[in-house]
């Protein structure tokens, strides 16, 4: 079964057009990667399917359901959660913090602060159980701008995976990485995600072919290709147009 599928979506910025009639379908439990050169219009598909913009033609659908215009908030407690390829933590605010927000964000407490006080020490408790999972209890009280570049990012990953999602959508994440930082986050979201559907859009194809069960290529904003990384590795176009420079 889809969990997730685009309907001959279209999108342009001011009269310019950017996505031409896509149509993915994200099977339930893969981990589906979207790769393509810049500017082929990867983020703006996520930004279409989280909500961010409204396409101006087609439907996203989750679980069967037309979500097409739904707002972020909405999406995160049916049970979609994404990072962004800019950094989204609040930096001011502690690890601790951050999380507490993601954890809050999903519960839709804060509209309610009596039922929050009652609440508290429950999710203090879940607060430091996803500090316990990604390993950053140790920066439980630091704010998220000390952390170094990798942890900050594994934080970022966590928060979209904070509010267990059954899918989560991951823009760039191993982007500014090191060779090391890039492994330990590979790691972090195997074991994050057992169970749960992925959707990345990675430019470090070690990362794409070792973490993909799928891959979707995008280009000029239509796709041009899906298949599994071996029949992506052999696919003529996809050479053509971008593998083909990558060396892979
Ligand atoms: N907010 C925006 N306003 C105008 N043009 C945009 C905006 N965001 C992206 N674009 C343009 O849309 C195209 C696709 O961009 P994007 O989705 O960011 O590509 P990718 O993530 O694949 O690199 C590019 O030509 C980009 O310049
Ligand atoms: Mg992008």
């Known amino acids: 079964m889809n969990i997730l599928e685009t309907k001959q979506l279209y999108h342009d910025f001011s009269g310019l057009e950017v996505l031409f009639g896509v149509y993915l379908q994200v099977a339930e439990g893969e981990r589906h990667a979207i790769i393509g050169p810049n500017g082929a219009g990867k983020t703006t598909l996520f930004n279409l399917i989280t909500g961010t913009y409204r396409p101006s033609r087609g439907q996203v659908f989750f679980k069967g359901r037309n979500i097409t215009g739904f707002q972020p908030h909405q999406l995160s407690r049916i049970g979609v959660g994404r990072s962004f390829q800019i950094t989204s933590t609040f930096t001011r605010l502690t690890t601790f913090q951050n999380i507490r927000l993601a954890v809050l964000a999903k519960r839709g407490i804060h509209f309610n602060l009596f039922r929050y006080v009652d609440r508290m020490h429950d999710i203090t408790r879940e607060t430091e159980a996803v500090l316990e999972r990604i390993n950053l209890t140790a920066e439980r009280d630091r704010p998220a701008s000390a952390l170094s570049y990798g942890k900050h990012r594994a934080l970022e ?29 590979v790691e972090l979201i195997r074991r994050l995600t057992v169970g749960k559907t992925v959707l990345i859009i990675e430019h470090d194809m070690d990362v794409v072919f070792s973490l993909a069960d799928r891959i979707t290529v995008l ?19 996809v050479k053509d147009a971008y593998l083909g420079d990558l060396e892979i």
């Open 157 to 185: 990953i966590s928060l979209a995976l904070a509010t267990d999602p059954e899918l989560v959508l991951l823009d760039e994440f191993a982007a500014g990485m090191s060779r090391d930082e890039t492994h330990y986050a």
């Open 219 to 237: 280009h000029r904003g239509q796709i041009l290709a899906t298949g599994s990384p071996a029949e992506i590795r052999q696919n003529q176009a």
